[in-house]
Nanobody, 120 residues
Framework: QVQLVESGGGLVQAGGSLRLSCTASGSILSLDAMGWYRQAPGKERQLVATVTSCDRKNYADSVLGRFTISRDNAKNTVYLQMNSRKPEDTAVYYC??????????????WGQGTLVTVSS
């Protein structure tokens, strides 16, 4: 079984910082792109940031310059450093990974989500 486990969500004041972590585990042959998405109540799930296995990064315009995505390939972990938080950043944040699971099965896997709340 392949799964993603997120951690680091919580409450932070506007302007503060949080770091989210997501670790992939299971029968993984190759871990490709990983990323973060978020979904606010009544809204569709939206891209926040992604990073490939070669460390190519992509950010949503709304978070560019404030959030930083990174990964530790040795730990199968992706991080999202969130600085200069705004109330509109409040959402459930979901980890995503594209990977090849044994035996040679390509999968897109989602985590359970972690709630991030930004207070005024």
């Amino acid at each position: 079984q392949v799964q993603l486990v997120e951690s680091g969500g919580g409450l932070v004041q506007a302007g503060g910082s949080l770091r989210l972590s997501c670790t992939a585990s299971g029968s993984i042959l190759s871990l490709d792109a990983m990323g973060w998405y978020r979904q606010a109540p009544g809204k569709e799930r939206q891209l926040v940031a992604t990073v490939t296995s070669c460390d190519r990064k992509n950010y949503a315009d709304s978070v560019l310059g404030r959030f930083t995505i990174s990964r530790d390939n040795a730990k199968n972990t992706v991080y999202l450093q969130m600085n200069s938080r705004k109330p509109e950043d409040t959402a459930v944040y979901y980890c995503n990974a594209d990977l090849i699971a044994t035996p040679s099965r390509y999968l897109e896997v989602w985590g359970q989500g972690t709630l991030v709340t930004v207070s005024s």
